[in-house]
């Protein structure tokens, strides 16, 4: 049974938008701190974005401003504004359950979790 599953990438100029989305089967993980993260070629997969479920977002430095984490509860699907995207932030997208560090959901940890979807890609030229 697949639980998360993600859309929304593609291909822009820097600059440009994305809208990201994620729909979440799974009722445990939806009530709890949700997360986007992504992967670079070569390298670890990070935390972007949380939204824990009191609505408190939580995002990566390096996209404040420019990315918006946001749910739809009628619909179970976690979206990933994307805007004034550049070079660096091409990556592989995946949502999943997000992971609290000094008791806030922060996207600064990655917790034990295993059954990812299969991702989006972003690909931003510059």
């Known amino acids: 049974q697949v639980n998360l599953v993600e859309s929304g990438g593609g291909s822009v100029q820097a600059g440009g938008s994305l809208r990201l989305s994620c729909l979440v089967t799974?009722?445990?993980?939806?009530?709890?701190?949700l997360a986007w993260y992504r992967q670079a070629p070569g390298k670890q997969r990070v935390g972007v974005a949380t939204?824990?479920?009191?609505?408190?977002?939580n995002y990566a430095d390096s996209v404040k401003g420019r990315f918006t984490i946001s749910k739809d509860n009628t619909k179970k699907t976690l979206y990933l504004q994307l805007d004034d995207l550049k070079p660096e932030d091409t990556a592989m997208y995946y949502c999943?359950?997000?992971?609290?560090?000094?008791?806030?959901?922060?996207?600064?940890?990655?917790?034990?979790?295993?059954?990812w979807g299969q991702g989006t890609q972003v690909t931003v030229s510059a």
């Open positions: 799974d009722a445990f993980i939806w009530r709890h701190c």
């Open positions: 939204l824990d479920d009191d609505n408190t977002t």
């Open positions: 999943g359950p997000g992971a609290y560090l000094y008791n806030r959901c922060s996207p600064r940890t990655i917790p034990q979790f295993s059954d």
